[in-house]
């Protein structure tokens, strides 16, 4: 019979075998020799234990925890005629009915130059990626200062590694990390979709036989047990030149692994903050605490309250004009 | 509060943090752009959108909100509260989202709750959650009536529920319908004792020999005395039918409603039944020609009299022979002995032992008149009953309009639990042309239905259409609920309500307000004398007879074997009541297994003597 989908289905099963023999080794790794490759190339192994009620609640006297996320979300249609909006929030576990939401949104439209150059270029492209990355990051550590102010937590959790905020919020960042350290609180950033490759690279170096790098994700899938951790040795940590420890974490039943950066300065602390993940991520989650969890989905912009603010708060006739693709009007 | 949501002219969604809605509770919508609206809460919901809606390990979401609480999160607060408000009267254009809303003020919702004064209207209950609004209520509405709930007796903190009975003239007759325990009786409790309050003519037919108003609840102190304002009268002891007064129709509807009369049978009575017949002269017109019709011929009844020993005798035989002559072949013999049989059964019944002038005469002066007797007979004599009085007040009402002079007859009203007995859907019945007749026709005479029933799906369908107020309870059977759904403007969502509802909260759908009223009957002022457990009334009977007798026997103690016949006859002289020798120590052996005498054996034999 013919299907249309016969094409797709090829190309389906081509990728499945490449992917295949690309991981070939990766996937026969056992389990047991990668672990011992990883407590002696990479970092301990820990069993972690939950965090006591007694040490929680002592958390709570020192300030409780704070959230830290950012969305985004666009309307419109093609470059340069859309919108964006940034939100972010701090959350404390202690004032929750003060949450602390900044925004800011971004029109390649406002940005002079561009109005007359339709045509994207890689470097339009690419800058305009930094722009939103640099507006949303701005706004989150802009968010997690003045959480500091206002909430004095013990301890910060940021949704995301933390070396973007070097790349894209450098000044704040350097503020709120001094603040932090003077004044003791807990600086960390929890990662959902580790991206590093630092077992991969490690396995490349000591092996002949391996000439790819792999991701970190992909070896650590199903390696670790739940509730443990590898704390990653100075040595190997390429974000340790930037200032920070890391660590992976098995937090919940799903197989995969997630990641913790903790300000150098701060490392003593990283086995706790892990306990503290661990304890507040539901075992059958896909690994995040649900404080964030939380924060994500108040902090989220909508496509129906982004419309709604756009058809409310902006001239009818501009709106139209500029942000309304023929797709919109379809239907 | 605020309105939330998508929103369209009927209805609005409204969200709070801190006020967990109640169904039914009124709210108003302060929309900037149109006037003050105002809307019915028929759906609350409360949310939590953090707590995950598939939680598959409990236990861990229980252990991390745990952790979170230690943390100073308590995520029970952030709960939020959600309900659907369905406005009473449609809004110009969809509510405005984000509109505030307020609880409404007393003089807002006066006229929607209120329906009548407390001393024209029937003060049956509370409108149930408006204790917000009654805060500033009219003084006059304040503490008017209790309810009665789990705890005891509860003083009015809700508006009441005070029904408009002069609104019946335009939308009449009222259906009161739920499960069995739903508090359906309790509710015609408390609606006759407010139209004996209003001294309203009234008819009740009480197939349990329960509407009686005589006694106090234990949870009442004060005693309301209702003593005056009605009567409770047997079918056959207290009241009757005159049969000297029946028409060959009255008669006729009569045999049939004691079982089913056929075309033939009714072209018997048309024939035998004489104008001023009495009982006994049309019992034996039947007789006579039923024996007649037995001989089988003429000749056969010839010979009778030819052989009769007595002239009277003869003379007997004469009468049958003329009936014979004349009726045999208009009667076929079978029909009228179906005549017959009806008849004497309802003689047995004792229906021709008395009149319905006592009913009259309580009608007239505005007295709730109770009949009692089991569902058949209530059928058989209703059927009369209705018939006339119905009959009674159309005649006076017409001969007003035609401008003749009449006796006065007042309106009034017919009370009817288990209502579908008496107009059963599906099937003719001699009670339900007359309450079909009533339920169409009657408003124009005044002339008010008030049926019961726990089986509304059984009710005969024309005349649960015309019943324009429904007190609906508790109704558990999928096919009541049916019913309900399709006779009423019950939503969707009062709908599936109903087989939770408590025992005596009530929907009622009223045409008059053409909404529904949510709300509870109020604590009835009497009680029924007989809420005996069968088997607790079972065992005093039989004490009681057993006490009778050991009194019937004491004086007559010893008894010995040979006194057995001596001792039956002198019972059979003292107390009416026949016993055989071997009855009789049936008798005694009982009264000494229970304890009350003892058995000796002695050189003549036993014998029964005193403890
Ligand atoms: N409105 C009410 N308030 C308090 N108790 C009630 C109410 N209605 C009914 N009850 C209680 O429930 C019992 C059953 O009610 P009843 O009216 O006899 O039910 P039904 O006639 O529907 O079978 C009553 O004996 C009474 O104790
Ligand atoms: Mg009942």
Redesign the pocket.
């Known amino acids: 019979m013919y299907s249309v989908h016969d094409k797709l289905k090829e190309k389906i099963s081509g990728l499945s075998l490449t992917l295949q023999e690309k991981y070939e080794v990766v996937l026969s790794l056992d389990k047991e020799t990668l672990r011992e490759f990883i407590e002696e190339e990479i970092g301990k192994i820990k069993t972690l234990e939950k965090l006591s009620k007694s040490h929680l609640e002592a958390c709570q006297k020192k300030g409780g925890i704070v959230g830290v996320d950012g969305s985004n979300n666009r309307v419109g249609g093609a470059h340069p005629h859309f919108v964006e909006a940034y939100q972010a929030l701090a959350k404390s576990t202690i004032y929750k009915d003060e949450p602390l939401f900044l925004a800011d949104i971004y029109t390649p439209l406002a940005e002079g130059e561009s109005l007359n150059s339709p045509i994207e270029k890689k470097e339009d492209l690419e800058e305009i990626e930094d722009k939103k990355n640099i507006k949303l990051s701005t706004i989150e550590v802009e968010a997690a200062i003045e959480a500091v102010e206002r909430f004095k937590p013990y301890a910060i959790l940021m949704d995301g590694g933390l070396i973007r905020y070097n790349i894209y919020a450098k000044a704040k960042w350097e503020e709120l990390r001094t603040i932090c350290e003077e004044k003791d609180i807990i600086l960390v950033g929890v990662i959902k979709d580790i991206k590093t490759s630092i077992i991969g690279d490690r396995l490349r170096e000591k092996y002949e036989a391996i000439d790819a790098s792999f991701y970190d994700r992909e070896l650590l899938f199903g390696k670790l047990q739940y509730g443990e951790m590898i704390i990653i040795n100075e040595m190997v940590n390429k974000k340790g030149i930037e200032g920070y420890s890391s660590g992976f974490i098995r937090s919940s039943l799903a197989p995969t692994v997630i990641g913790i950066d903790i300000l150098d300065s701060q490392k003593t602390s990283i086995e706790e903050m892990a306990r503290l993940i661990l304890t507040l991520t539901p075992q059958t989650s896909r690994g995040i605490p649900l404080w964030l969890d939380m924060v994500d989905k108040e902090v989220k912009i909508s496509d129906a309250i982004m419309k709604g603010l756009m058809e409310r708060y902006m001239d009818r006739g501009l709106y139209e004009r500029f942000f309304i693709s023929e797709r919109d009007k379809r239907d | 509060m605020k309105v939330v949501g998508i929103t369209t002219q009927q209805e609005v969604f409204v969200g709070s943090k801190d006020r967990n809605f109640r169904i039914n509770e009124f709210l108003i919508i302060e929309d900037p752009y149109q006037d003050d609206l105002i809307g019915e809460v028929v759906e609350a919901q409360t949310f939590n959108r953090y707590i995950p809606l598939n939680i598959y390990g409990d236990m861990v979401d229980a252990s991390v909100i745990e952790s979170l609480k230690s943390l100073g999160y308590n995520i029970d607060e952030d709960t939020i509260y959600i309900s659907k408000v369905r406005l009473l009267n449609e809004a110009l254009y969809p509510v405005q989202t984000g509109s505030d809303i307020r609880l409404p003020k007393f003089s807002e919702v006066k006229e929607i709750m209120i329906q009548s004064t407390r001393e024209e209207g029937l003060v049956l209950g509370v409108i149930r959650n408006t204790d917000d609004m009654a805060l500033d209520m009219d003084e006059e509405f304040k503490d008017i009536l209790y309810?009665?709930e789990e705890r005891g007796l509860v003083p009015q903190k809700e508006i009441p529920y005070i029904m408009d009975l002069r609104s019946q003239h335009h939308y009449p007759h009222i259906g009161v319908f739920?499960g069995?325990?739903?508090?359906?009786?309790?509710?015609l409790r408390v609606i006759l004792e407010e139209l004996m309050n209003q001294n309203i003519p009234t008819i009740v037919l009480d197939p349990h020999f329960e509407m009686d108003f005589s006694e106090t609840p234990d949870y009442l102190k004060e005693k309301k005395d209702f003593n005056d304002s009605f009567k409770c009268l047997q079918v056959g002891v207290h009241i009757g039918v005159k049969f000297e007064d029946l028409k060959s129709g009255d008669l006729k509807n009569l045999l049939d409603a004691s079982s089913h009369l056929t075309d033939s049978m009714n072209n018997v009575v048309d024939i035998l039944f004489k104008p001023r017949d009495s009982y006994i002269s049309f019992a034996d017109r039947l007789r006579m020609l039923t024996e007649a019709q037995e001989e089988g011929n003429i000749e056969k009844i010839e010979n009778r009299i030819i052989s009769s020993g007595d002239a009277e005798e003869k003379k007997a035989w004469e009468k049958r022979k003329e009936l014979f002559l004349n009726y045999d072949k208009t009667c076929p013999y079978n029909s009228v002995r179906g005549i017959l049989w009806r008849l004497k059964r309802l003689e047995n019944e004792g229906i021709f032992s008395k009149d319905i002038k006592e009913i009259e005469i309580g009608l007239q002066d505005g007295k709730l008149m109770v009949l009692q007797g089991n569902t058949r007979i209530l059928q058989v004599f209703s059927t009369y009953l209705l018939n006339n009085l119905y009959h009674k007040r159309r005649e006076y009402k017409d001969a007003i309009y035609k401008k003749i002079a009449a006796e006065y007859f007042p309106p009034f009203i017919i009370v009817t639990d288990e209502a579908h007995n008496f107009a059963p859907k599906g099937y003719d019945s001699p009670s339900k042309s007359i309450l079909k007749e009533i339920s169409q026709e009657g408003r124009k005479y005044g002339v008010f239905l008030i049926l019961a029933t726990?089986r509304p799906t059984l009710l005969d369908e024309t005349i649960t259409a015309q019943l324009n107020t429904k007190f609906i309870?508790r109704t558990v059977r999928a096919s009541d609920i049916k019913t309900i759904q399709e006779e009423t403007d019950l939503t969707v969502e009062e709908t599936r309500r109903l087989p939770y509802l408590r025992?005596?909260d009530v929907f009622i759908s009223s045409a008059t307000l053409g909404r529904t009223v949510y709300g509870?009957?109020r604590?009835a002022l009497t009680t029924s004398p007989h809420t005996l457990n069968p088997f607790d009334e079972l065992k005093l009977k039989t004490k009681q007879k057993d006490d009778g007798l050991f009194n019937d026997i004491k004086e007559k103690l010893p008894i010995n074997e040979g006194d057995l016949l001596d001792t039956a006859m002198e019972l059979e002289r003292d107390t009416g009541i026949t016993y055989t020798i071997q009855s009789l120590e049936e008798k005694l052996n009982q009264m000494v297994q229970k304890g009350y005498i003892e058995k000796e054996d002695t050189i003549f034999g036993y014998r029964y003597k005193n403890k």
């Open positions: 309810t009665f739920g069995s325990g739903s508090g359906k009786s309790f509710g726990q309870f025992t005596g509870r009957i604590a």
